[in-house]
T-cell receptor, first 110, second 111 residues
Framework: DMKVTQMPRYLIKRMGENVLLECGQD?????MYWYRQDPGLGLQLIYI???????SEGDIPKGYRVSRKKREHFSLILDSAKTNQTSVYFC?????????FGPGTRLTVL | QQKVQQSPESLIVPEGGMASLNCTFS?????YFWWYRQHSGEGPKALM???SNGDKKEGRFTAHLNKASLHVSLHIKDSQPSDSALYFCAVSRESNYQLIWGSGTKLIIKP
């Protein structure tokens, strides 16, 4: 059974603090994604990773960076978090056709 | 830039009724069309795909694609409370291209 995990599931941070969101997959998929989801806006693509150390900006990369040092692990980093980065963040990995999503991390920046 | 628009934003359907969700896209070169479903508190999950014009049926779910009119739809027959969820339409030009997502339709099935 294909599985994408995300840690932590819930996180509260203060404005200006650094944030690390982690994602893992056990399927050896090459391509992975980070999205954020806000009410009424659907899924907004932050970053794509095509494999280890091969990352590309998505539609809303400003304020975010990513790291992928192992194929099964993809991190999203917020340096000096802002209140408008409060959102639900989803990681996904992709087969030839289908994306598999993790359960999400609900981040609140106070 | 491809635009994917879904309608309605929200939909209430009685249990046992038919739910119809619509999606329009702007890129005539689009080839791959997906419906994803997201239950509250979970990540989206692929429901079904359609790649050719016409209908594709999987159980109570039927997807319809008309590339000429830039339209794809999802119809749910005999709706169940468990069908209550947020439904996303997603479109891409090639299988290895990124998906472009609609903003979703919130479906509520009323017992």
């Amino acid at each position: 059974d294909m599985k994408v995990t995300q840690m932590p599931r819930y996180l509260i941070k203060r404005m200006g603090e650094n944030v690390l969101l982690e994602c893992g997959q056990d399927m050896s998929h090459e391509t992975m994604y980070w999205y954020r989801q806000d009410p009424g806006l659907g899924l907004q693509l932050i970053y794509i990773s095509y494999d280890v150390d091969s990352n590309s900006e998505g539609d809303i990369p400003k304020g975010y960076r990513v790291s992928r040092k192992k194929r099964e692990h993809f991190s999203l980093i917020l340096d000096s978090a802002k209140t408008n980065q409060t959102s639900v963040y989803f990681c996904a990995s992709k087969t030839d056709y289908e994306q598999y999503f993790g359960p999400g991390t609900r981040l609140t920046v106070l | 830039q491809q635009k994917v628009q879904q309608s309605p934003e929200s939909l209430i359907v009685p249990e046992g009724g038919m739910a119809s969700l619509n999606c329009t896209f702007s890129d005539r070169n689009s080839q791959y069309f997906w419906w994803y479903r997201q239950h509250s508190g979970e990540g989206p999950k692929a429901l079904m795909s359609i790649f050719s014009n016409g209908d594709k049926k999987e159980g109570r779910f039927t997807a319809h694609l008309n590339k000429a009119s830039l339209h794809v739809s999802l119809h749910i027959k005999d709706s169940q409370p468990s069908d209550s969820a947020l439904y996303f339409c997603a479109v891409s030009r090639e299988s290895n291209y990124q998906l472009i997502w609609g903003s979703g339709t919130k479906l509520i099935i009323k017992p």
